[in-house]
């Protein structure tokens, strides 16, 4: 039992690795190799856990998904339905960033744009989890549209939030200075007044 705790303990601490290599190196770019050196590990040690890249690469994804979720998603589901989802959802994608939970900014704003073009099973988990994504922020949308907090088209509206995400991710991992989301906060802010 206790060697089977220990064994999920590395494991997880492995793909927390992997994921911040991820962000620096692309999915692509994350190897049994590169991740061995870099936890200070044998090859073969890391075998024992991951068969293949694909594994590893899969494995990774829903790492960086649980860590997105518990930091991101997961405050905004406690806020208030509506326009303090949406809120509360953005502010802490912001505050995602300046953790530096990952070196490489946010894990799936650099997957997407890496995997968009490669068919395979690592390509459909993306699109599961950015489809996803965007989902809960239209939902919280339409919910601010029913209570009448926001008059727009929820769709339009999780296009126009991800997309400004995006654009937040971009500049701040480029910048390297938390004052980098001042403007995506001022225009999210302005967005979410209806202006």
Known sequence: MAETVKGARTKQAILREAASLATLDGLEGLSIGNLAAALGMSKSGLYAHFQSKQELQLAT???ASEIFF???VAPALAAPEGLAQLR???EAFFEHLTRRTFPGGCFFAGA???MGTRPGLVKERIVEFQTMFVGLIQQFASTAVERGELADDPALLAFEINGLLLAADAVFVL???DAALD???AVLARRLRGE
Do not use: K
């Open 175 to 177: 910048r390297d200075d």
């Open 112 to 114: 997407v744009l890496e």
């Open 70 to 72: 518990a930091e991101v």
């Open 183 to 185: 403007t995506p906060r």
């Open 88 to 90: 509360t959802l953005c």
């Open 61 to 63: 994804i829903d790492t």
